[in-house]
């Protein structure tokens, strides 16, 4: 039975031999094999092999091995003992086999917007107590405002791009005097403003913000997803808190003349194989109607009797400028300028004033006269971020007997809003 065994091992082995396969482990551990098998060498003659055909490798291998020898087709095994194994792999040529699989993308979870709002830079306060956004324009020159837009998104892994899109007010055309900031569309009449990235806070920042600020502090700032709320989000088994969801936030100006009303905001956050989750809400820009001059007098000079003396002023705001005045637009309504003036101490005769002012405002209109301490309204508007020269007039009738020197009076210059233009 040993023999047989030995046999079979070195068959194999010249088989090898004969086609000029390497197989010098394979040699020394069927010699080895048959020496524990007390198979002598004048049983190895007989079978034809001399041990010069036998290359020995490795001879360091003990009662306690077992060798295993794999061919493409044979398989030989002689197990010794329980301890401890050996397996050689006679190499093959290289095979390239072809791998393949189907997606299930129904175990991809789409991110879902739990949440949405817009809020002043600090991410949690506006300027009023109403529910959702509410904003105040600074009424100042050149000062814009920041808003932050942010969102909660559930899934958060699964998120693509997250971003906000803001849309004009609806029905409001912006007008030929009105310049968008760098970015925004400067289309108006509720049509795309400008898109805003949202970037993702972390953990700890997130919940702080949410949880705590906006919950406790104004907790009516938000818009919700259906079936979400502070619960949902903050509990201690919530989305924030196992990071199933997270804060994201991007802040951007809008101008100080950007026309007040109300803008739509639609926050989308993408997933990579192309659908979305979607809340739209809307903030309020309050409106403020504002405006500056570059001048603080007017010095009508030598006026003659029945002579209309004109101040005429021009379109660029320059302080340093003398009796050229300009006035501009700072708020985000359209604005009508009212004016009044005392009578410069000149009085009346009988029930007639002494004076009469004219005024306009650009070079288009025609002027208004209005008599002293009369406050009117001038004839045309300044648009958004509009600046215009602004002219006076002075038409003297009489001078009283008394007066002789200089005669000096007042101006008030104010504003009303007006209506902004509607879109075609």
């Known amino acids: 039975m040993k023999i047989k065994r030995a046999v079979k091992q070195i068959f194999i082995i010249r088989k090898l031999l004969k086609t000029g396969f390497k197989v010098s482990a394979i040699a020394v551990f069927a010699f ?25 490798a490795n001879s360091d291998i003990g009662e306690s091995a077992s060798s295993t020898f ?79 837009f942010c969102a909660i998104v559930e899934n958060s892994d699964a998120a693509g791009a997250v971003y906000a899109d803001v849309y004009y007010p609806v029905g409001v055309a912006l007008g030929s005097s009105y310049t968008s900031l760098q970015g925004r569309s400067g289309l108006g009449c509720g049509k795309i403003m400008q898109e805003q990235g949202l970037l993702r806070i972390n953990k700890e920042s997130g919940i702080e913000l949410f949880c705590n600020k906006i919950r406790n502090t104004n907790n009516n700032l938000p818009s919700f997803g259906a079936g979400y709320d502070y619960g949902i989000a903050c509990n201690n088994e919530g989305s924030l808190m196992k990071e199933t969801a997270a804060v994201y936030c991007g802040l951007r100006d809008i101008s100080y003349g950007d026309p007040s009303g109300d803008y739509i905001v639609r926050t989308v956050a993408d997933q990579p194989n192309g659908t979305s989750s979607t809340i739209e809400d809307m903030f309020t820009y309050f409106p403020v109607t504002a405006f500056e001059t570059d001048f603080d007098s007017i010095d009508y000079g030598k006026v ?115 209506p902004h233009l509607a879109c075609e």
Not at 34 to 40: A, H, P
Not at 336 to 360: C, H, P, Q, S
């Open 32 to 56: 080895i094999s048959c020496i524990y098998t007390s198979v002598n060498a004048q049983d190895l003659e007989f079978l034809g092999v001399a041990s010069a055909d036998i290359i020995v």
């Open 70 to 148: 794999i061919t493409e087709d044979i398989v030989a095994t002689n197990d010794i003992s329980e301890s401890a194994s050996s397996t050689f792999i006679i190499p093959q040529d290289d095979k390239h086999i072809s791998i393949g699989l189907d997606p299930d993308s129904s175990s991809i979870q789409s991110p879902i917007i739990m949440a949405k709002w817009e809020a002043n830079s600090d991410r949690f306060t506006d300027a009023d107590a109403a529910a959702g956004a509410q904003f105040m324009p600074s009424g100042r020159y050149g000062i814009n405002k920041s808003i932050a």
């Open 304 to 418: 003659k009797l029945n002579s209309k003396k004109v101040i005429s002023g021009d379109a660029i705001f320059d302080i340093t400028t003398i009796n050229k005045p300009t006035v501009r637009n700072v708020g985000n309504t359209r604005l009508t300028m009212r004016i009044v003036e005392d009578d410069i101490g000149l009085g009346k005769t009988y029930e007639d004033w002494n004076v009469r002012f004219d005024a306009r405002v650009g070079n288009v209109s025609a002027f208004t006269i209005f008599e002293p301490n009369t406050p009117t309204l001038l004839n045309d508007s300044l648009g958004l971020l509009d600046t215009e020269n602004i002219d006076f007039s002075v038409n003297i009738f009489r001078f009283p007997e008394s007066v002789r020197e200089r005669l000096g009076g007042s101006m008030m210059l104010s504003a009303e809003a007006a």
